[in-house]
Nanobody, 116 residues
Framework: QVQLVESGGGLVQAGGSLKLSCAAS????????MGWYRQAPGKQRELVAA???????NYADSVKGRFSISRDNARTTVYLQMNSLKPEDIAAYYC??????????WGKGTQVTVSS
């Protein structure tokens, strides 16, 4: 079992920045990758950024050059630095952890709102 707790969402003006954090607990050693997904009203949940246990990262095209995923040395906390935020970034952001068996765990989400 893996538990995930997100923090750092909020309201920011267009062009501003926010940093999301996701703290993992439980069976940390079983985690193969962690990532951030987002879901806007009326839309499907989509991958924003992910980082593997080895440190490889990938990003959605829509956030490349603006968002950056990172983690702490203990691999228990993952961050999403979001710069140059746009109104189209408005969504609930969810932390995800995928374990080696393929099972996924989700946090409860944190809301990001961008005012234009």
């Amino acid at each position: 079992q893996v538990q995930l707790v997100e923090s750092g969402g909020g309201l920011v003006q267009a062009g501003g920045s926010l940093k999301l954090s996701c703290a993992a607990s439980g069976s940390i050693i079983s985690i193969a990758s962690m990532g951030w997904y987002r879901q806007a009203p009326g839309k499907q949940r989509e991958l924003v950024a992910a980082i593997t246990r080895a440190g490889s990262t990938n990003y959605a095209d829509s956030v490349k050059g603006r968002f950056s995923i990172s983690r702490d040395n203990a691999r228990t906390t993952v961050y999403l630095q979001m710069n140059s935020l746009k109104p189209e970034d408005i969504a609930a952001y969810y932390c995800n952890a995928r374990v080696w068996s393929g099972q996924s765990y989700w946090g409860k989400g944190t809301q990001v709102t961008v005012s234009s």
